[in-house]
């Protein structure tokens, strides 16, 4: 007979063998199913994070072309984003002048003054007594809806608020556009972060593969043995591995529509889902139709010389399958050699770092894939190696032992994916650790002198006033900022700041300050301080921005200046020094439109302390920075990778507990006649229960353990392309290990209620 017609004839048998059959066909097909949900959900990733970043692209406001003059088709822009509860809020003020203001993404029409549009996300947190704190912040009337269009994702919080006293600002905080969407250049990624991506794609693929290829053998013991029959009809051995591979192959195909309906039903409901940061619409997840189809043959394909490789080492014969009492020991020499292959493809490559040019990625790939491989390669070896010389002990442990020792393959195959998982997680959570200090910079920031940040160019007043009685506010020290030069139109100026002694004490160390004083604070990078600053000079003191430079001061530097030195800002930027006065120094200084900064620290026994503080200053003017202070910030793109790779590593981690359970329970459904019997013959439920857990046990100990030397060997090999010397967070290492453990400990939990079920008697019940 022809292949097609053993394929043919073996998909029959897969859906037409009675109750037996269909179960094992469908263990099959859910266990390829999830698989395949997880491929078509990673090839939508990139068309996915596409259309994210085109419709964020497409509301863009900044770059636009400042325009100095009103016309028909221009609109005023404030820019007044926030942060509520730790999350970001876009928020934009708009005027239109004229009927032809452009119209943001998503919204049909501008909003009258005092209404908003806002975001679904945004209306239900308002309506919530969650959003209470968020409505005093924006007092507007909501009078639409953002649409998909203007949003990135379905719980991005985002408004459009009307204000007809919108007014431009040379401070930049509002601008005159005609249109959305000018985008700046994209910044290309560099080296070290393309190869971090590489490297999470293949260490988040290779497990799915390896239980795809473990699911198209679930009953494969049960079905050798039936396959004995076609022997007795004249079958000869190769017509007989095709009709396996048949059966294979119906379940893979059944596999592939479950996966299409599994990825239908998983992103349906993919809005709802908030990964680090990520949210995406149901829409977006639209794997391209090459990729697709990809997937679709491949998969099958894969099942049917799956089979034909396993069948290689079993003989059918008309009365039975014959497996060797005594197997043929497996043989290491071929296993390592994927291992080495793939060191020697990543080799040429030690020691580039950042600065030398692109990562080769097929190199990278291809080193990866046959280092992970290796594991698939080398555990099943080890398994045997190991249980081949393992004694005696309790009951429970040797009827695990012998049974390891009679199908250390099919123990290899259950603890394959977790091995593979947690070699990959640990080279990349070496390579993390190593790079993350080039992506994670110390902003300079002193969190001990000072929570958050206010600047504005009010009058300090109103916003000292209402930010000092603010609850969860400690203290508020502030001062104001002016340009001061030696003539009036002066090209090179000085800061000059003007507030009480304690604010001042913030900018310098000063060792005695009263009202009247003044000093000039040096040791900053203010080249020009010492020349226009010199006692008794005169000077002209002008605001900082703008149309309000035309109004002038002019101030004669005292005789007796104290000069201090500069104190490093709080807020982690570079120290400038200037000239510092306090109010009875210049007093008609107060009349200038300053540019005035708040320090503020805040009373940690209040939670909402932050939030407070921003309510409290978006009530005197929402166009106002606000900005709570951090120690350390992280490069975007890193986090963005980083969150990536969460969203990957828990839908792999889903996978392998899903994949495993199926594997388990196929595993106790094709044993338990056995199971009866022993269960009959007085062995107690006890002594079975921790049979089961030793047979899962040891083979994942054993995979853990490969997988930890394969993840530190890729991991160090991976530090050493970037140019990073190798370094191991052991505490990590344990954890990823112990993550991987904690899977299976939990689906061999789920799998005990199935397996004290048939036990029963039940179980020995036969046709």
């Not at 876009?90 to 119209?103: K, N, S, T, W």
């Not at 022997?231 to 119906?250: C, F, K, N, Q, Y």
């Not at 990349?428 to 902003?443: C, N, P, V, W």
């Not at 004490?505 to 000039?520: H, K, T, Y």
Request: aromatic share 6%; with cysteine.
């Amino acid at each position: 007979m022809s292949w097609t017609q053993d394929l043919t004839m073996g998909m029959k048998f897969a859906v037409g063998g009675g109750r037996e059959g269909w179960t094992r066909t469908l263990l099959t097909a859910v266990g390829v199913g999830l698989g395949v949900a997880l491929l078509l959900f990673t090839t939508a990733i990139p068309s996915a994070l596409a259309a994210r970043d085109a419709r964020e692209d497409n509301r863009n406001d900044f770059g636009a072309t400042m325009i100095d003059k009103p016309g028909d088709n221009t609109m005023l822009l404030g820019v007044v984003d926030t942060v509520y509860k730790g999350t970001d809020v876009r928020g934009r003020l708009v005027r239109g002048e004229g009927p032809r203001a452009p119209i943001p993404p998503g919204t049909s029409a501008l909003p009258g003054d005092g209404e908003m549009l806002a975001s679904p996300a945004l209306r239900r947190l308002l309506a919530s007594d969650q959003g209470a704190l968020l409505r005093e912040r924006l007092p507007y009337r909501i009078t639409g809806t953002i649409a998909d269009a203007g949003l990135t994702g379905p719980n991005e919080l985002a408004y459009y608020a009307g204000d007809k006293h919108l007014a431009l600002d040379e401070t930049g905080m509002v601008r005159r556009i005609t249109s959305f969407a000018h985008l700046p250049p994209r910044e290309a990624m560099d080296p070290v972060l393309r190869l971090l991506v590489v490297i999470i794609f293949v260490v988040l693929l290779m497990p799915v593969g390896v239980f795809i290829a473990a699911a198209v053998r679930f009953g494969s013991d049960s079905r050798d043995r039936r396959l004995a029959a076609l022997r007795l009809v004249g079958t000869d051995s190769r017509m007989t591995r095709r009709i396996a591979a048949g059966e294979a192959l119906a379940g893979s195909l059944l596999g592939v529509l479950f996966g299409a309906g599994f990825f239908l039903i998983g992103r349906a409901f993919v809005g709802d889902i908030d990964v680090a940061g990520i949210n995406l619409f149901p829409a977006d997840l639209d794997p391209s139709a090459a990729l697709a189809v990809l997937v679709a043959l491949a998969v099958p394909a894969a099942a049917i010389a799956v089979t034909l490789l396993a069948m290689r080492g079993v003989v059918i014969e008309p009365l039975g399958v014959v497996r060797t009492s005594v197997p043929r020991r497996r043989r290491i020499w071929w296993r390592v050699l994927p291992p080495v292959a793939g060191l020697a493809l990543l080799v040429p490559m030690l020691g580039k770092g950042r600065d030398s040019g692109h990562f080769n990625s097929t190199l990278v790939i291809g080193g990866t894939v046959l280092l992970l491989v290796g594991v698939t390669a080398l555990l099943p070896w080890l398994i045997e190696a190991v249980v081949n010389r393992l004694g005696g002990g309790s009951t429970a442990w040797q009827l695990a032992v012998r049974r390891l020792q009679m199908t250390s393959g099919t123990a290899a195959r259950l603890v394959n994916g977790i091995a593979v998982a947690v070699a990959g997680a640990i080279a990349l959570q070496m390579l993390f650790a190593g790079i993350d200090g080039d992506y994670s910079k110390e902003t300079g920031a002193d969190t001990s002198r000072a929570q958050m940040i206010v600047q504005s160019d009010l009058t300090k007043t109103r916003m000292v006033e209402a930010l000092r009685s603010t609850h969860g506010v400690r203290k508020v020290l502030t001062f104001g900022r002016a340009t001061a030069g030696g003539t009036k139109n002066a090209e090179e100026t000085s800061d000059m700041y003007t507030g009480d002694c304690a604010s001042l004490r913030v900018l310098a160390a000063l060792p005695s300050c009263e009202n009247g004083d003044a000093f000039i604070a040096t040791g900053g990078w203010d080249e020009n301080l010492t020349k226009i600053a010199a006692p008794g000079k005169r000077l002209f003191i002008k605001a900082p921005f703008g149309d309000r430079q035309d109004r002038t001061l002019t101030w004669t530097v005292p005789a007796r200046t104290h000069t201090v030195q500069v104190l490093a800002d709080p807020a982690g930027g570079p120290a400038s020094g200037g000239i510092l006065l306090t109010p009875g120094a210049l007093p008609a200084l107060r009349h200038l439109a300053l540019v005035n900064t708040d320090y503020i620290s805040l009373d940690p026994s209040e939670p909402d302390a932050v939030d407070l503080v921003r309510n409290s200053a978006a009530k005197v003017t929402p166009l106002t920075s606000v900005d709570a202070l951090h120690e350390t910030r992280e490069d975007n793109r890193f986090a963005s990778v980083r969150k990536g790779l969460y969203i990957g590593a828990a839908a792999v981690l889903l996978l392998i507990g899903a994949s495993l359970l199926v594997s388990v329970l196929e595993q106790l459904r094709d044993r338990r006649k056995l199971l009866a019997a022993l269960t009959a013959f007085g062995t107690r439920r006890s002594t079975m229960s921790w049979s089961v857990l030793w047979q899962t046990a040891v083979p994942v100990a054993l995979g853990l353990l490969l997988a930890t030397v394969v993840g530190l060997g890729l991991g160090s090999v991976l530090l050493d392309m970037v140019g990073h010397s190798v370094s191991v967070d052991w505490t990590a290492v344990a954890a990823m290990a112990g993550i991987g453990g904690g899977v299976v400990v939990l689906v061999t939990l789920l799998s005990l209620p199935p397996l004290w079920r048939l036990m029963r008697p039940e179980g020995l019940r036969t046709e």
